[in-house]
């Protein structure tokens, strides 16, 4: 009986698989064995991180907020909160690039938040 060679589809799903690997160390972009193992540890490392990227921004975004938050004598959640009350949808993306980008605004955002939750004006810088 003939010996059974990998035919036209094998020899593409290989080389799928090794165009993946391309950069790979070592063995791991040359044999198809150690690259199958090593691009599907990829794949799931690529799945998770996708996850986690969405985490790390939102984090980032509220840490920007927060702190042009406490320039303007609010904390982050009453911040948040008075724009709630207020009825502005700003999402903290925005918020967050109008914290960094646009101090202008954002001192009017926090008015608004600030006459929302109806808490006393800070006093102006120099008076204490």
Not at 89 to 102: G, H, I, P, Q, T
Request: proline residues 4%; glycine residues 8%; aromatic residues 8%.
């Amino acid at each position: 009986m003939p010996r059974a060679r990998g035919g036209y589809k094998t020899r593409r799903r290989r080389k799928k698989i090794l165009a993946r690997a391309k950069g790979f160390w070592g063995r791991r972009n040359r044999i198809y064995k150690a690259a199958k193992e090593t691009v599907h540890r990829a794949w799931r490392y690529e799945y998770r991180s996708r996850r986690l990227k969405k985490r790390d921004f939102r984090a980032l975004w509220i840490q920007r907020i927060n702190a042009g938050a406490r320039e303007q004598h609010l904390t982050y959640s009453q911040l948040v909160s008075g724009l709630r009350k207020k009825g502005i949808a700003v999402n903290r993306k925005m918020l967050s690039e109008l914290a960094v980008n646009d101090p202008v605004g954002f001192t009017k955002l926090a008015e608004s938040a600030r006459q929302a939750l109806q808490l006393p004006n800070p006093a102006p810088a120099g008076q204490a």
